[in-house]
């Protein structure tokens, strides 16, 4: 099953899909917030060309696994994004996606460590990588 990973923040927000049998994840882009207003819009043309069969994204849950401002803009935009697409949404606790990305970027080079649309890249990849963790799939 091929799903699309989304990394939502308030600036930019990463995407990621993978494969066709949902094995392989890559990062596919970083939308910027500011150049594209319609964030829905610009989704819908990936979600066009990719053809993912289901959505994941990230929410953020505070340390006690609880619902923040943040998660609440998250759902209200994966309800729109649902009902635009006709995709069925799911959800991932994505607490630290981008702080582990940056982690994991530092061993780039210095270049790519600054890069903060690839760390968004590359959080869209971790959430999916959770998902398919969280629902037993195996690799």
Known sequence: MKLMGIDYGIRRVGVAVTDEQGLAIRGLTTIDRKK????????LSLIKQEKPEALVIGLPLDINMAETVMSKEVRSFAEKLQISSGLPVNFVDESYSSKKAAELMR????KMRKDKAAIDRLAACLILQSYREDQGWEY
């Open 36 to 43: 594209n207003p319609d964030l829905i819009a610009a989704i």
């Open 107 to 110: 061993f780039r080079k210095k």
